[in-house]
């Protein structure tokens, strides 16, 4: 009986897609399904805001990295400069994760994908937006404190 719910979780992860990674400076674009989240999609149901930096993209990117690290449902799977792959675990599925940094426009690309069903009930774009959370919490806890102008 635990052997068949095992193969029953297993065969929810679905096998990586090979369409991801970048195309210049693009992610790939989201299935029409409801399933999927990107910061470049043009259609308001797939469109999610890039996060945006402050300061240098390279601790921009540092501190994303530092975030998805201390996240229990996330394994980098893959990570050149300025882009990170990443699978996203919920009890049952896998989701693909993506981040471009845009140094240009001080902000980090981000496409969410479910690999398998049609809708998600909005756990992609739930679970970004914990991480912009997360990312903004980081980056305002590592910026320079600001001097007051009075010494002791």
């Not at 699978?87 to 994908?113: C, M, Y």
């Not at 600001?146 to 002791?152: F, H, L, P, Q």
Request: net charge positive; glycine share 10%; charged share 30%.
């Amino acid at each position: 009986m635990v052997s068949i719910g095992l193969l029953g979780m297993l065969g929810c992860a679905g096998e990586r897609p090979n369409n991801l990674g970048t195309k210049g400076n693009f992610l790939a674009t989201c299935p029409g399904s409801p399933n999927c989240v990107s910061s470049q999609a043009v259609d308001e149901q797939h469109r999610i805001e890039p996060l945006a930096y402050r300061g240098a993209p390279d601790a921009a990117f540092a501190c994303l990295k530092l975030v998805l690290g201390r996240r229990g449902d996330t394994t980098v799977i893959e990570e050149k400069p300025g882009y990170l792959r990443v699978e996203l675990r919920t009890i049952l599925f896998v989701d693909d994760g993506e981040f471009l940094l845009d140094p240009a426009r001080n902000v980090i690309h981000i496409r969410s994908a479910s690999r398998l069903g049609y809708s998600d009930l909005g756990k992609n774009r739930r679970r970004m937006e914990e991480i912009r959370s997360q990312f903004r919490t980081a980056e305002e806890k590592n910026e320079p404190k600001k001097s007051t102008g009075n010494r002791s």
